[in-house]
């Protein structure tokens, strides 16, 4: 039971380049979200979603996209690269309906812009 | 700003000790306060959750506390062991769709 994975774990940007964080996830959970989590800072939400085809805004949005076309994907796409978005990335799923639900994470990718 | 205070930044604790994490929030629509744990390179994981209308939860050597008329709420680590040694975030959860709400995070060590 692989739960949420997401690739790659590592990765270093030049400014302006591009680069999309994969997320998928097998357990059927309705909820997906993207983290990011800087030192000191907890993880703040970037975007979240709750179904194939709806997706919104989190605390942290600016600088990122999303799209999910699938129950079992959540892509995270930055498209002009910048050092503020040096972070690590967290994609997690919830399977939804109710408050007392656990949220389950990726083991997380490391992301460097140079 | 920070929606949910956590303190302290780092911790150490004796092998056997018990260790104290503090969180506290402003925003009386959160209704459900969990607690993660991550190890180095790794995700967050659940360790422990409590409702608002519940002073006191308890699961093996980890106890919550909640105070609901201070806005505060605690985790408690009972005869703590090296094992334990990691970054515990406090949380909350508001509002539609399970969204997380995250302390700073406090970094524990256990020295044997």
């Known amino acids: 039971n692989a739960g949420v994975t997401q690739t790659p774990k590592f990765r270093i940007l030049k400014i302006g380049q591009s680069m999309t964080l994969q997320c998928t996830q097998d357990?059927?959970?309705?909820?997906m979200y993207w983290y990011r989590q800087d030192p000191g800072m907890g993880l703040k939400l970037i975007y979240y979603?709750?179904?194939?085809?709806?997706?919104d805004k989190g605390e942290v949005p600016n600088g990122y996209n999303v799209s999910r076309s699938t129950t079992e994907d959540f892509p995270l796409r930055l498209e002009l690269a910048a050092p503020s978005q040096t972070s690590v990335y967290f994609c997690?799923?919830?399977?939804?309906?109710?408050?007392?639900?656990?949220?389950?994470f990726g083991q997380g990718t490391r992301l460097t812009v140079v | 700003q920070q929606q949910v205070k956590q303190s302290p930044q780092s911790l150490i604790v004796q092998k056997g000790g018990i260790s104290i994490i503090n969180c506290a929030y402003e925003?009386?629509?959160?209704?459900?306060f969990p607690w993660y744990q991550q190890f180095p390179g790794k995700g967050p994981a659940l360790l422990i959750a409590?409702?608002?209308?519940?002073s006191e939860k308890k699961e093996g050597r980890f106890t919550i506390s909640f105070n609901k008329s201070a806005k505060q709420f605690s985790l408690h680590i009972m005869d703590s062991q090296p094992g334990d040694s990691a970054t515990y975030f406090c949380?909350?959860?508001?509002?539609?769709?399970?969204?997380?709400?995250f302390g700073a995070g406090t970094r524990l060590a256990v020295h044997p």
């Open positions: 357990m059927n959970h309705n909820y």
């Open positions: 409590i409702r608002p209308d519940v």
């Open positions: 949380a909350a959860i508001s509002g539609g769709y399970n969204k997380l709400i």
């Open positions: 925003n009386t629509a959160f209704d459900y």
């Open positions: 979603s709750v179904g194939a085809g709806i997706t």
């Open positions: 997690a799923s919830n399977p939804g309906g109710g408050r007392n639900t656990e949220a389950f």
